[in-house]
């Protein structure tokens, strides 16, 4: 996407006191050293895809923004869909061609060759008048919802799980890893995802390689916030500050419920 969208205590272990009390700490230590589930969780993925919303959509309801689709004036010609399809920056044209591959003839293949034409500007050429209309249209077919979820999770959500685990961090890491490429994709330029990743490693170290989690994410946010300034579309830097933020603060790496926090002035509840 590109676009403009706690702490978990660790139980101590139980000192044993006899012989007979055995069987006991082992099932307690089973229990406090079991992995944390990471993002891909279904449930967890279920709070990312809220947290995103809130953010680019002003709304939890994820799901009702298959429809989605403006030109939010940030020089990437028209957003759209679950996670901010742009135009101008190649991950829709990959979408539709996905989609026009599962079911040729639909009512967004005729748009190929302009999508083709415009990849890479804010240009509507080619586009406008019916393309907006014609992707809400699209939007109510399955097969289109499904091919959105599949490039969201191939494009942004899968490579920040997977960076994520590589790192050591838990289901918090793996989210702010995974809001960071939505809005600023993974290419390489110096505001990408990886550039922003290669800042932060300037400033601390991941649990993978040695270091704390909280400092690390802190690190990672700082870079991502200086990312974020960089461009003036991106400039409101608040589903950090009072969002990531407010996890990291509480310790919650695990993303456990509830939670709350705001975006843009907005607040926000999962319980």
């Known amino acids: 996407m590109n676009t403009p969208h706690i702490g978990t205590s660790r ?8 012989a007979s009390l055995v069987a006991v700490p082992l099932l307690t230590t089973q229990s406090a050293t079991a992995a944390p589930v990471g993002l891909d969780d279904p449930a967890k993925k279920e709070i990312a895809m809220k947290l995103v919303s809130s953010a680019e959509n002003s709304s939890l309801d994820w799901k009702a923004q ?24 190649h991950d829709m044209l990959d979408l539709v061609e996905l989609y026009t591959q599962r079911k040729p003839g639909n009512v967004l293949a005729k748009y190929l060759p302009a999508l ?43 490579p920040a799980v997977k960076q994520g685990k590589t790192d ?11 809001d960071a490429i939505v ?18 490693l300037a400033k601390a170290k991941p649990p993978a390689q040695g270091g704390d989690e909280v400092t690390w994410l802190n690190a990672f946010l700082d870079a ?17 500050d009072t969002e990531q933020r407010v996890f990291v603060r509480n310790k919650n790496l695990n993303l456990n419920t509830p939670l709350d926090w705001k975006v843009y002035g907005d607040s926000y509840h999962i319980g």
């Not at 298959?66 to 920056?89: H, L, M, Q, V």
């Not at 804010?122 to 809400?136: K, N, Q, T």
């Open 11 to 18: 139980r101590a272990l139980l000192g044993l006191l006899g």
């Open 66 to 89: 298959y429809k989605y689709i403006e030109d939010i004036g940030d020089g990437r010609g028209y957003t759209a869909g679950i996670i901010g399809f742009c135009s101008g920056t």
């Open 116 to 158: 083709r034409e415009v990849d890479g500007s804010d240009s509507h050429e080619g586009l406008d008048p019916g393309f907006p209309a014609d992707w809400r249209k699209a939007a109510q077919d399955t097969a289109f919802q499904q091919a959105q979820n599949d490039e969201r999770d191939r494009v942004y959500f899968n």
């Open 168 to 178: 050591g961090i838990g289901a918090l890491g793996q989210f702010t890893y995974y």
């Open 183 to 200: 809005m600023h994709g993974d290419g390489g330029d110096s505001t990408s995802f990886s550039s922003i990743r290669k800042r932060a």
């Open 224 to 240: 991502r916030v200086w990312a974020m300034k960089q461009e003036e579309a991106h400039s409101d830097t608040s589903r950090v």
